[in-house]
Each structure stands twice: as C-alpha cells, then as structure tokens.
C-alpha cells in the first residue's frame, strides 16, 4: 500500500516498464500538450516501454485538463500525478518516489516546458550498459545568460560546499538507474527545496556508481512563463548553502 498523503491523488496501471519519466509541471497549459506528445513519440519510436509520471505541482491554470486528456490519449503511458504546490524540488522528490514503487529499471527526469529536447535522449540510453547515472551537460543553451549563470554559480557554490564538481548539478536532464535511486533518496531529507541538486550529489557520493555524461543543447522554454524569480533564487541559494554540506556526509 501507497504511504503518500492522502493530498497527493494519482492512478498507476501497473505493468512492467523499461523507463519511469518523472516530469515535473506547474502552469504549463500553453506548452503540455507537445511537450508529452514529442517524449511519447520519441521513446515510441525507441521501442522502450514507459510510464510518464506528469507531477502536476497545483497548477492553477489548465495544465491539469490537458494532462487528463493525454492520459486518455496514451493509456498506461502518461500518468497525471496531482498534488498540492510545494515547488519543483518536492514535485521531483515526488515523482523520484513514484518511479521507485513502479519498479522500472531506469528513472529519467525532464522539465516540462520543452528545453530538455528528446532527441538527445538515445545517447543516454545507449550508454546505460556502462553507467549507473548518465547526466545532462548543457553545452549551449537558448534560454539567456542570467541562466547560464544560476547554473554555474550553483557549480561553484556545489563544489565549494562539498569538495566535489557537480558538473551541472541542476541539469533537469538525467536518467538513473532506479535502484541507485532508491538507495539515494532515504538520505535526502524531505523538505530540502533543491532535490535534484541533492541526489546529485547523493549519487557522487557513491563510489561504486559508474557515470556518464551526454552534451546537450538546452532549447529554449516551449511556452508559459518562468516561475523562479530572483526572490525566490536568493532564497534557495541560502538554503543550499545551509544545507548543502549536511546532505553531503
């Protein structure tokens, strides 16, 4: 039996799949739609069987109306997963929990509003005989410079804290063996807000990982708006830096 609150609402048709996608969405009405329809078809044509969990973090727009529509359109494939709005890092620790009860041999986690573009995705899994955790590494990106330099800045602060390059330590794009993700997530506390940044560097701290990294182009948003203000960056920085070095032991 499920042990998520009860605030957390989701249906799972179990069936043995290869790859459980944890994909992450708040307000994304505009962009959903494609964005899903694009992973669907490119994982399709791969021949992978698949779930794709849509956390769909309390949207306040459409977003969850479409979701449901997709569900509908590719049953079994497309999970909507509702819960209360709590911020990308607990809609991640959500979905990462998802994907371990499933049991699919490989996690993959992607945004939801189109950089992260599938067609880069065959090279991470064509590597997964040799790795254990196979990363993202945004070479080029269309998304501005003031996120180029959250994303080196959060490089920095990583290695600085824990004596360890991160690479690109909040890349959204990064699949998993699940197992390794099972051992992870029990040592991430539960509130921390930057998940994705903490399983790295959970999964560094583990020696007998083996680990790859794919380059990728990071496209720019499909559509919506940004929901991370400066506001709200500041504020995560000072919990990374509070927090950071404790999640690292």
Same mark, same amino acid.
């Given at each position: +039996? ?17 790859? +459980?996608?944890?994909?992450?969405? $708040? ?8 964005? !899903? ?17 849509? !956390? ?7 977003? @969850?109306?479409?979701? #449901?529509?997709?569900?509908?359109? $590719? *049953? &079994?494939?497309?999970? *909507?997963?509702?819960? =209360?709005?709590? @911020? ?7 979905? $990462? ?5 499933? &049991?699919?041999?490989?996690?993959? #986690?992607?945004?939801?509003? &189109?950089?992260?573009?599938?067609? /880069? /995705? ?21 998304? &501005? ?26 890349? *959204? $794009? ?5 197992? +390794?993700?099972?051992? +992870?997530?029990? =040592?991430?506390?539960?509130? /921390?807000?930057? #998940? ?8 560094? %701290?583990?020696?007998?990982? %083996? ?6 182009? /990071? =496209?720019?948003?499909?559509? @919506? ?6 506001? %709200? ?8 830096? !509070?927090?950071? *070095?404790?999640?690292?032991?």
């Amino acid at each position: +039996a499920s042990s998520f609150p009860k605030s957390r609402r989701f249906c799972i048709i179990t069936k043995n799949i290869d790859l +459980a996608v944890v994909m992450p969405v $708040y307000n994304e009405e505009a962009s959903i739609e494609a964005v !899903v329809t694009e992973w669907v078809q490119e994982l399709n044509r791969l021949g992978i069987s698949f779930a794709l969990l849509a !956390v769909n973090d309390g949207s306040k727009d459409g977003t @969850g109306v479409v979701l #449901q529509r997709l569900a509908e359109r $590719y *049953p &079994g494939s497309v999970t *909507p997963v509702e819960k =209360r709005n709590a @911020g990308h890092g607990q809609a991640c620790r959500t979905g $990462y929990s998802l994907a371990v009860e499933r &049991g699919a041999d490989w996690t993959l #986690q992607i945004d939801s509003d &189109g950089q992260c573009d599938p067609r /880069f /995705f065959s090279s991470f899994w064509s590597c997964r005989d040799l790795a254990d955790a196979i990363f993202g590494v945004r070479k080029t990106r269309d998304d &501005g410079l003031s996120r180029v330099l959250i994303s080196a800045g959060c490089r920095i602060a990583t290695s600085l804290l824990c004596g360890i390059d991160l690479k690109d330590a909040n890349v *959204p $794009y990064r699949l998993i063996r699940t197992s +390794a993700l099972k051992e +992870a997530l029990p =040592r991430i506390p539960d509130d /921390f807000d930057m #998940q994705n940044v903490a399983l790295t560097l959970k999964l560094k %701290r583990d020696p007998s990982l %083996r680990w790859s990294y794919v380059p990728i182009h /990071f =496209r720019n948003r499909q559509g @919506g708006t940004n929901s991370i203000n400066f506001k %709200r960056i500041v504020c995560m920085g000072w919990k990374l830096l !509070v927090t950071l *070095p404790k999640i690292g032991r």
